[in-house]
């Protein structure tokens, strides 16, 4: 059996994922349709994760990065900025939803198969402990609880290199046909 890795060792690792990994993502984009006709679920991440298709915009913007992804579970990795603080110097609970709303969601995205796509119905979130300047890099796993034809169901952690839980989430996604064309904004 293997000895727990050092928090520092953890550190290097998840520094050194994270390089790597936005080192392959693409510019920030929108996906259009026709670049994930016949494409599966997990083949869409898959290709957001070798820079063949456009990196999603909201992890530029709240400084999250896709680390891992598997049939059914998905690591991003982030940290929070002064962007985000509340008045009480704490980080707000809307960037702990944003991370935990695309983990549990792109889990159960993983699980489609070509031509379908989801949306968030329901999104349920527990805080633990709060976030600060201070926490540093976290993680954020999305693991599906079940997929249906019509619904899907994820939970999911954000976690500290330390392995201190943050917040956790449970989801319920509405499955649907993947529409043709993207609305204009």
């Not at 690792?13 to 670049?35: D, N, T, Y």
């Not at 995205?109 to 890099?137: D, N, Q």
Request: aromatic share 8%; hydrophobic share 45%.
């Amino acid at each position: 059996m293997n000895a727990p890795e050092s928090l520092a060792a953890t550190l290097e690792r998840w520094a050194a994922e994270e390089e790597a990994a936005r080192a392959r993502l693409a510019a920030p984009g929108v996906i259009h349709p026709q670049l994930i006709a016949g494409r599966t679920g997990l083949q869409v991440f898959q290709g957001i994760g070798a820079g063949e298709l456009p990196s999603p915009v909201i992890g530029h913007t709240m400084d999250f990065w896709p680390i891992e992804v598997a049939h059914g579970r998905i690591v991003f990795q982030g940290r929070a900025s002064a962007a985000y603080l509340n008045p009480m110097g704490s980080i707000h609970g809307g960037w702990f939803a944003a991370l935990l709303d695309s983990a549990v969601g792109c889990a159960v995205h993983t699980t489609l198969p070509a031509g379908k796509a989801y949306t968030t119905a329901e999104l349920k979130i527990s805080f633990v402990r709060a976030i600060t300047l201070k926490t540093g890099v976290l993680r954020v796993e999305g693991k599906v609880i079940n997929t249906g034809s019509r619904l899907g169901f994820a939970e999911g952690r954000i976690t500290g290199p330390d392995g201190k839980l943050y917040a956790h989430a449970s989801t319920t996604c509405l499955i649907f046909d993947q529409p043709t064309s993207i609305p204009a904004p």
